[in-house]
């Protein structure tokens, strides 16, 4: 495995939940320390805009 | 070339976002060279290193791959390949890659022109648990293949299991710069402290180390480690050297390397020099840590103010170790994960010839900004502090600075994480 997964080919939906995650403070891999401090703050709306930019840019 | 959109990590992006809007800090120098860009090679997994032959030949590993070579005709061999790998001229079965671990480092000997050796380090599963290995290969005549490995060290600690760290699993903090010194020949070997907190100060473990071996993998003369300790031992203290330079007058040995929610160093290595890393429980005010290993204390997966981190858990501990080496630079007390360093060489480079350079990966942790970047960096001879660090104005796309190289055509060469090989060219 790499040491960051990759965000090519994930759908909204898998980005937004891992998000959401994220902000709930779950342990979801190693880096999830990371990830977590960033997702704190975000807002329902921020996640969703994320998940879309995210997913319709990378493949 | 036209650069190709990869898809960089989410914290990329989240950081990107979040910086919007906040004043720029590095401006670049008036005098500094105008630059442009090709991409050398796309769609690569991870590459991780360059070593050039003086006609451009470019020896490269890719993390998860293995060892391949891009000729000065534009045909790229693909040498060796790890365990379940394809296309690549011979496999070593042995080869694995996990986490941060993989193949590593590549360098090129001295003499290659009559020895035609090239030096890996990799991680290898020959053990249980596995170890990183630096293996000596001969590059056959047209470059198709090589044989007649040599694992010159054997021993160098891998992390096999995850552990309750930020970063924590297995392959972590796994050092892999291979560098040869133009001064005494020697090679230098970087290593990491695998989140295992005995590492560092061991006089027998080789991680948060940097080794100076000959090209069989006998310990350098002049290595002049403590009493007891491995003769193969150049510096010690270490966490996690990824970076591995010499300034191209002095020769100065000057090491990068990846500080813990803050302090990335640039470090001058002196032979017996402890870099004044320890994050053993229990000793220097610690109290237990999780799994044994204070390395991102106090609060680890909490953000907090990087000094007072420092503090409790300083990069260089100098009231424990008075005489460590100290280090010219701290990055601003921030670690944004700077991974490699090299200096620029050259009429070509203006203002910048003389300077160092050192690429940022990015980890954006807290109030951190992400920080992926390249900067340009004006190093005293002695490497002992810094005159000026100014931000490279990049000609492309930030993206995780893996590995910077000047290729002997003097312009300078980086592989990004995200599967590039990128040409800065000063003009």
Redesign the interface.
């Known amino acids: 495995?790499?040491?960051?997964p990759?965000?090519?080919g994930r759908d909204a939906d898998y980005?937004s939940s891992r998000?959401m995650q994220y902000r709930a403070g779950e342990q979801v891999?190693?880096?999830?320390?990371?990830?977590?401090?960033?997702?704190t703050d975000l807002s329902d709306e921020e996640i969703d805009n994320?998940a879309d930019?995210?997913s319709e840019?990378?493949? | 070339m036209t650069p190709r959109i990869t898809a960089p990590s989410l914290l990329t992006i989240m950081g990107t976002a979040m910086m919007v809007g906040l004043p720029a800090t590095a401006f670049a120098s008036t005098d500094a060279p105008t630059l442009d860009h090709n991409v050398v090679l796309s769609d690569l997994d991870n590459p991780w290193d360059m070593a050039f032959l003086p006609d451009g030949t470019m020896f490269f590993t890719e993390k998860c791959l293995g060892l391949s070579v891009l000729l000065p005709g534009g045909d790229v061999n693909k040498l060796m390949g790890m365990a379940d790998t394809e296309g690549y001229a011979s496999t070593e079965s042995d080869l694995f890659c996990e986490g941060q671990a993989g193949m590593n480092g590549v360098a090129v000997d001295p003499e290659f022109d009559d020895n035609r050796y090239l030096y890996v380090y990799s991680a290898s599963s020959t053990t249980e648990p596995g170890t990183n290995r630096v293996l000596r290969l001969v590059v056959n005549d047209d470059f198709s293949g090589v044989s007649e490995r040599t694992d010159i060290v054997e021993d160098i600690p891998y992390k096999p299991e995850a552990t309750d760290q930020p970063f924590g699993g297995p392959g972590a903090h796994n050092g892999g710069r291979l560098r040869f010194s133009p001064d005494d020949g020697y090679l230098y070997v970087a290593t990491g402290d695998t989140h295992n907190a005995e590492v560092p100060q061991s006089p027998t473990l080789l991680g948060g180390k940097v080794l100076r071996i000959d090209r069989d993998g006998n310990a350098a003369e002049g290595n002049t480690p403590p009493e007891g300790f491995d003769a193969r031992i150049f510096t010690y203290g270490h966490r996690n050297v990824q970076g591995l330079t010499f300034h191209p007058e002095t020769h100065q040995p000057i090491a990068a390397e990846h500080g813990p929610w803050h302090s990335d160093e640039i470090t001058a290595l002196v032979a017996g020099g402890n870099g004044g890393w320890d994050p053993r429980p229990n000793m220097a005010g610690r109290d237990d840590c999780p799994d044994g290993y204070c390395g991102y204390e106090p609060h680890q997966m909490d953000a907090m103010e990087p000094s007072e981190r420092a503090a409790y858990m300083p990069m260089t501990d100098f009231d424990t170790y008075p005489d460590a080496m100290p280090p010219a630079w701290e990055n601003n007390g921030l670690s944004q994960g700077m991974v490699s360093a090299e200096f620029l060489t050259g009429e070509q480079w203006g203002a910048w010839n003389g300077r160092m350079v050192v690429g940022f990966m990015g980890i954006g942790f807290g109030d951190t900004p992400v920080g992926q970047r390249i900067d340009v960096i004006d190093i005293a001879e002695d490497g002992l502090s810094v005159h000026d660090v100014t931000e490279m104005p990049l000609p492309m796309p930030s993206a995780r600075f893996r590995s910077l190289v000047q290729a002997p055509d003097g312009s300078l060469y980086a592989a990004v994480d995200e599967g590039e090989i990128h040409q800065i060219i000063p003009e």
């Open positions: 495995m790499a040491s960051f990759s965000l090519a980005l998000l891999g190693p880096n999830t320390a990371l990830m977590a401090s960033n997702a994320l930019y995210m840019s990378f493949h």
